[in-house]
């Protein structure tokens, strides 16, 4: 390959390798920093952060960037069967498995009884579209998400949670927001 094609194409490899793996950009405070995807900031909480309504059953931790890069990976290949049945999507709310990208995430690591790494994980819908916008729907720009566990009532699949063990490299505990 000559060179003149070899650096533009060098250039939209790492742009792509960047955009498909979480890196840090900025610490919020003590306990959160900010980590970013593509055009979705998410939050890693150390293990000194309060999760309110958290019921870890262990010792915590806090979660690197790589390991939330391989949760992601976990998440990714297994969250399509873990999201059968499909409760509270469609209809006007999203399918989960088919929208990872956009939503944006805070992590909470714990150790289980078993010593087995565990990511709580709570998705905020992060990606309003036009039409969203027309019915009255807005991303939320406020940073009230950074700091603390972000609690929604309802919303459908556009709020979730989910465990991620990192250990075993399952998921458990999905919890889709009920409708109103």
Not at 136 to 146: A, M
């Amino acid at each position: 390959m000559p060179a003149k094609y070899f650096f533009p194409f060098l250039l939209l490899v790492v742009i792509y390798s960047c955009k498909s793996s979480f890196y840090e950009v900025d610490k919020h405070n003590s306990n959160a920093s900010i980590i970013k995807r593509g055009k979705i900031e998410s939050v890693i909480f150390s293990k000194e952060a309060d999760c309110l309504l958290c019921n870890f059953s262990g010792s915590r931790f806090t979660p690197t960037v790589e390991e939330i890069n391989e949760a992601e990976k976990i998440l990714k290949k297994n969250i399509k069967s873990a999201n059968k049945p499909m409760y509270n999507q469609g209809d006007g709310y999203p399918i989960i498995h088919n929208n990872l990208n956009n939503y944006r995430r805070q992590y909470y690591g714990y150790i289980n009884k078993e010593g087995d790494k565990i990511l709580y994980v709570n998705f905020l819908w992060a990606k309003y579209t036009f039409i969203d916008r027309i019915k009255g729907y807005q991303k939320d720009e406020r940073e009230n998400w950074k700091p603390e566990r972000e609690i929604v009532l309802d919303g459908g699949s556009n709020y979730w949670q989910i465990e991620i063990n990192l250990s075993q490299k399952k998921l458990s505990n999905l919890h889709i927001n009920g409708v109103a």
